[in-house]
C-alpha cells in the first residue's frame, strides 16, 4: 500500500452534488442504486497500490473485501509451479467477498495488474451493509455466482 486517496468516484462533492456519473457502469457498482453505491464508498479506507502487489492471500482470514475502484486485479489459485489465473476483475468489481462471508479461508490470491485503487471494507462493516441494502446483498450474490460460474 503506497498512500490514502480522496474518493475518486461516487461520491458527494463538498456542498453537495453527486459525481455518480464517474464511477464504473459494470461490476458490482454498475448493478447498484446512487443509494447503495454510496453506502459502499463511505465504508472502510481507501487505498493505493503499485503494480504486482498481493491484496489476498489463499489461506488467509477473510478480514475484509476490497472495492477494486480504478485498475484491475488477476485473481489465481496458487500453485507450487505457476499460479493458473482464475480472472481479472476491474474497476466497479468486489473481490474477496467469499471468505467474509462464509468465514472461511481465502480461496484465491487477488494480485494488481497496474496501479490500482481500491476501497477496502471490513467483514463487520460489510455485514452491516448488507442488511441495510437488500439490493447490495442481492448483487453481491449475482456477482458472485456469475463469477464461480
Known amino acids: 500500500m503506497i498512500s490514502s486517496l480522496s474518493r475518486p468516484l461516487g461520491h458527494t462533492r463538498p ?30 479506507g481507501e487505498a493505493a497500490y503499485e503494480p504486482g502487489q498481493v491484496l489476498l492471500r489463499t489461506g488467509d482470514d477473510g478480514t475484509h473485501v476490497v472495492l477494486v475502484l480504478t485498475g484491475a486485479v488477476k485473481v ?5 509451479l505457476t ?16 471468505a467474509v462471508l462464509d468465514g472461511g479461508p481465502r480461496s484465491a490470491t487477488v494480485v494488481t495488474c497496474g496501479h490500482v485503487t481500491a476501497r ?4 463487520r462493516q460489510l455485514q ?22
Open 15 to 44: 456542498g453537495g452534488g453527486s459525481v455518480i456519473g464517474e464511477r464504473p457502469h459494470r461490476g458490482l457498482l454498475g448493478r447498484l442504486s446512487e443509494r447503495a453505491v454510496n453506502a459502499l464508498l463511505d465504508s472502510g
Open 76 to 80: 489465481q489459485a496458487d500453485d507450487e
Open 83 to 98: 499460479p493458473a489465473l482464475l480472472g481479472v476483475q476491474s474497476a466497479g468489481d468486489l473481490v474477496g467477498e467469499m
Open 120 to 123: 477496502l471494507i471490513s467483514r
Open 128 to 149: 452491516v451493509l448488507l442488511q441495510e441494502h437488500l439490493e447490495l446483498l442481492v448483487a453481491v450474490a449475482v456477482s458472485t455466482a456469475e463469477r464461480i460460474r
